[in-house]
């Protein structure tokens, strides 16, 4: 058995000048979240599946690896992921199952592999084990596995068995928690069923489907019967929003901006990203649009209205849908006229990093003026930013949100933990340098 904390990569720092305009053509990488949930399904799942466009991010390679520990072959050529699953039986692993940074891979991973018959343990990096895992231990427990934690974080043992259905509310919006249950309710005996107070992402019930699995939604409730087999697909994952959110943020910077980005995948519980760049004061235009595998995949199209940007106040459920793209949102929200408002966010502290903390501590580095809260930001708008040394925190978002904000800072920034981005978009900095115009 290796080390209880996985190992972080050496710090890389980023230097990032300001541009006269932002401009281009991107495809962006796989989607974080379908990339999770199709390996570890695939490999549950009897047969092969394949997958193209899977994410370039470390976070689903990580879960690619604690798939191979559990049995599953798989292979790799570029973008293009094999996974021939255990049909239905995951193997006792020889060593823990490393989740590298990724809450999403231990979180979701307990629900998939808390039905089967061995001892498993999860570790991760110092950001994840310091993330809460309480949430996902309480609705396994209930359904009959037993998990050990280190004061509520990883590491994570998980003495799994034969599970029990359970009727379960979420008490806190988390794609992660509704997926570890929906994973575990899967293999349960009887029916589990779930009901969500602010409907998070369905990435989890659109690929159950995909793979062969019924499962219904009644008003808000979600029912699973479980003791269903999986069966492998054949399927594309669409460009990742959160990673375009970086580039869709950066156009709205400037009045002659023009940005198209296409195989995007624009679900509807991942879109709301849209609206608000339209209320901002961005101009999008949806040149195509299909649907795959439950998930809808586009190509859009950019512009900076003429009256330039206005503001936008996020709160309640619009919040949690926008988790992810928050970071950028604040970082920009000097540059519009009217400022932006955050609010109802306060999940954002126990993200990759406490990422309200941060957002705030750069934003006054670069010279901004904001008023911190335990659940957001507001900070207002019309201010000029200069240049500063930034600090990531490790944080992917948090490096590649104010990579963003140093476009239209009056010098030079210098983003120390740059190597972060590769969480979910290592491709980041050349896709940025390429679509920058100084
Ligand atoms: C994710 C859900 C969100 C999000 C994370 C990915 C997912 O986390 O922040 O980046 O793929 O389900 P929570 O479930 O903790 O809100």
New binding site residues.
Partial sequence: MSSIISQPNASTTQVVRPARSFQGSVTVPGD??IS?RYAMLAGLAEGTTRLSNFSTGADPHSTLSCMEALGAKVTKDGTAVEVTGTAGAFQQPTSELDCGNS??TMRMLAGLIAPHPHTFTMIGDHSLTMRPMERIRKPLSAMGARIDLVDGHAPMTIHGGPLKAIDFDTPI?????K?AVLFAGLQAEGTTSLSEAVR??D?SEHALKAFGASLTRTGERLSIAGGQKLKAIEATVPGDISSAAFFLCAALLFPDSNLVLDSLGMNPTRAALLDVITTLGGKIKVLMVEEHNGETIGTIQVNRSPEGLKGAEITGALSAQL??ELPVLAAIAPYTRDGIVIRDAK?LRI?ESDRIALVAKNLKAMGAELTEFEDGLIVPGNQQLHGAEIDSGSDHRIAMAFAIAALRASSENVIHGAEAAAISFPEFFTFLEDLSKR
């Avoid at 919006?173 to 928690?177: I, M």
Wanted: hydrophobic fraction near 15%.
């Fill in positions: 974080k979240s999770h809450g999403s919006p988390s794609a992660q928690v997926t998070t992402r990435h988790i992810d999940e993200k």
